[in-house]
């Protein structure tokens, strides 16, 4: 299995808190994804980087952030939690770009109240 | 219609049954596919990419259908091990441009 480690993995915290998740990965890979699962949804795109310092949105990052300091560690942040937030958080990594699989941590689940 | 999208079943098999399921994808400019399994509670693992002239692993194969704009995923011999969500992935040219399916779930009985 690939080296993704996620933290933490459960999370209950309340409306208009910042919370910040953490992704660690041993594998050196460039690219890293946050994703979150919702019922009926299927796996959304929040934010992916593609580099230290280098970060992009996905089709559902309003109301989040993200930072890449180092190769390993990519943190999602929700600035001000909402309710709508609640959900499951998976980060993903890659080897390149185009046509690379994903390989996923193991997941943080958030509930936010 | 969405980019992508699955039945979501649940698909009840008995064990040693063989069962497909389909992934319909809209975007013609798609160029890689991806069948991942998902356990309850657990995160998604890659169980095989999908080739343009089908491709196997052991039990498993999966295949393209460009012209139609499905992929298809077969099993043979089910086994309990299997119960699962497939969740089917499609993109154009970029991992970042990923679109998963909202999954088919899998459920094999004695």
């Known amino acids: 299995d690939a080296g993704i480690t996620q933290s933490p993995r459960h999370k209950v915290t309340e409306t208009g808190t910042p919370v910040t998740l953490r992704c660690h990965q041993t594998?050196?890979?460039?690219?890293m994804y946050w994703y979150r699962q919702d019922p009926g949804h299927g796996l959304r795109l929040i934010h992916y980087?593609?580099?230290?310092?280098?970060?992009d949105k996905g089709e559902v990052s309003d109301g989040y952030s993200v930072s890449r300091s180092k190769t390993e560690d990519f943190l999602l942040t929700l600035e001000s939690a909402t309710s709508s937030q609640t959900s499951v958080y998976f980060c993903?990594?890659?080897?390149?770009?185009?046509?690379?699989?994903?390989?996923f941590g193991n997941g943080t689940r958030l509930t936010v109240t | 219609r969405k980019e992508v999208e699955q039945d979501p079943g649940p698909f009840n098999v008995p064990e040693g049954a063989t069962v497909a399921f389909n992934c319909t994808y809209s975007?013609?400019?798609?160029?890689?596919f991806f069948w991942y399994r998902q356990d309850c509670r657990k995160e998604p693992k890659l169980l095989m990419s999908?080739?343009?002239s089908g491709n196997e692993d052991g039990r498993f194969t999966a295949q393209l259908n460009r012209a139609s704009q499905y992929i298809s995923l077969l099993i043979r011999d089910s086994k309990l091990s299997d119960s699962a969500t497939y969740l089917c992935?499609?993109?154009?040219?970029?991992?970042?441009?990923?679109?998963f399916g909202t999954g088919t779930r899998l459920q094999v009985t004695l």
């Open positions: 975007n013609s400019a798609s160029q890689s």
């Open positions: 999908v080739y343009s």
């Open positions: 594998e050196n890979h460039r690219y």
């Open positions: 992935v499609v993109t154009p040219y970029t991992a970042s441009k990923l679109t």
């Open positions: 993903a990594i890659s080897e390149s770009r185009e046509n690379s699989p994903l390989h």
């Open positions: 980087s593609y580099g230290v310092k280098d970060t």
